[in-house]
Each structure stands twice: as C-alpha cells, then as structure tokens.
C-alpha cells in the first residue's frame, strides 16, 4: 500500500482549463509539499502547508491542506501548455533525516 | 540561485560493471540525499548522509550501494555490478533542516 495515493494518475486537458489533483492519506503529517517535475529534471518544490485547512495561492496555482492533515489538493485555475508536468505531493517522515517520502503522481498534459 | 549540480546527466553501461554518479551540493547544506525514479515509477528514497556518515538508508540500499564525500564538497553515489533493473534516474538532493533542492539527475541505462 502507498503511504501517499495520488488522483488521477494521468490527466490531459486543453488550455485554459481549470483541474484539481488530490493526494490522499489515512495517516496525519505535520506537513506536506507539492513538488512539479519535468522530463528529465529533478522534482521542484512549489508550496509546503503546515496547518489543517490552509490554503496557499502561487499565481494560477491554490493547494489546500485538509482540516485533519490527511490530505491535500492542488487547483490550476485557467491551466497553460506550461503548466504540463508530473505534480507530487511529499511528506517529510519524523527522525533526524528528514527523508521525503513521495506520492504516486499526477501526469498532467496540457494542450495548446 | 544555489543549485544541485548532477554528473553525468547520462551514463549507459554495461550489466555488472561500476558506476559512480556526482552530485556538487549547495555550499552550505548540511543533509545529503540519493532518490531514485525508475521510468514510470514513483520517487524512492534511497539513502540520507548528515555529518560525514550515512544516517538514514532505504531496503533498496544494499551492499551494491555506497556513498561518500570525498573531498568535503563533491558527494557520490557508488553502484557496484550494475544490473538492468538499476536503470533509472538518480537524483541527488542537499538541504537543511527546512527544505531541500533536487539536481537535475543522472539517467543511468543499463545494457
């Protein structure tokens, strides 16, 4: 079973848009980070929420932490060919390390 | 902006040979990391090295796997007899106690 599960797995749409991706939990985190990465680059942090039902906005982008810190969502508003990437939810596991540990995924195309 | 730099960015390479991936972290981080991202496949931890020693290491890291910081700045990730299931990319990672950033990684094929 993933610690984190991701929905959906793929999803292409066409510009402007608008999408919502979850990642979902049965386990509570003091945090949780949205990351987007493109082909062939390293993942690239967006956005950490710390508090039960946060919201944090980054241009067209809206997450939002849940009220019991079991999962998350992330909203493109009007979505652009740019936006295209594979978008990942982490949650940083307690000990001294501070290993991310990452969701399955949200593939997401976005046609001009 | 500091960035993670990651050599090679490809290396193809036989089935049992060796391969070491570099990775120049940021100046002055503090925590180390390999992740993994076999084709299609989600991100795997592989192992976190804080104060010159390993300190955390996925089941994936086993004997086939080392690390180092040879030199105080440089810090590798050894894979001895390669095997095509090792094909993936490896991304290096540095941080602090608040957050880290990723290399751009090294898409290691094994023949």
């Known amino acids: 079973t993933q610690l984190l599960e991701q929905s959906p797995q793929f999803l292409s749409i066409q510009e402007g848009e608008n999408l919502t991706v979850y990642c979902n939990s049965s386990?509570?985190?003091?945090?949780l980070q949205w990351y987007r990465q493109e082909p062939g680059e390293g993942p690239v942090l967006l956005v950490t929420?710390?508090?039960?039902?946060e919201v944090k906005k980054l241009k067209r982008l809206t997450f939002q932490f849940g009220d019991a810190r079991k999962d998350s969502s992330l909203h493109i508003t009007a979505a652009q060919p740019g936006d295209t990437g594979l978008y990942l939810c982490?949650?940083?596991?307690?000990?001294?390390?501070?290993?991310?540990?990452f969701g399955t995924g949200t593939l997401l195309a976005v046609q001009p | 902006e500091p960035e993670v730099t990651q050599t090679p960015s490809h290396q193809v390479t036989q089935m049992g040979q060796e391969v070491i991936l570099r990775c120049v972290p940021i100046?002055?981080?503090?925590?180390f990391y390999w992740y993994r991202q076999i084709l299609g496949q989600k991100v795997e931890f592989l192992v976190s090295?804080?104060?010159?020693?390993?300190?955390?290491k996925s089941e994936i890291f086993d004997d086939q796997f080392s690390v180092e910081r040879p030199d105080g700045s440089n810090f590798t990730l050894k894979i001895r007899s390669t095997k095509l299931e090792d094909s993936a990319m490896y991304f290096c990672?540095?941080?602090?106690?608040?957050?880290?950033?990723f290399g751009s990684g090294t898409r290691l094929t094994v023949v």
């Open positions: 990672a540095s941080g602090t106690e608040y957050g880290y950033t």
């Open positions: 386990s509570v985190f003091s945090s």
């Open positions: 929420v710390v508090t039960g039902g």
């Open positions: 982490a949650v940083k596991r307690r000990g001294a390390t501070n290993k991310l540990i």
């Open positions: 100046s002055n981080h503090l925590y």
């Open positions: 090295f804080y104060n010159n020693e390993i300190s955390e």
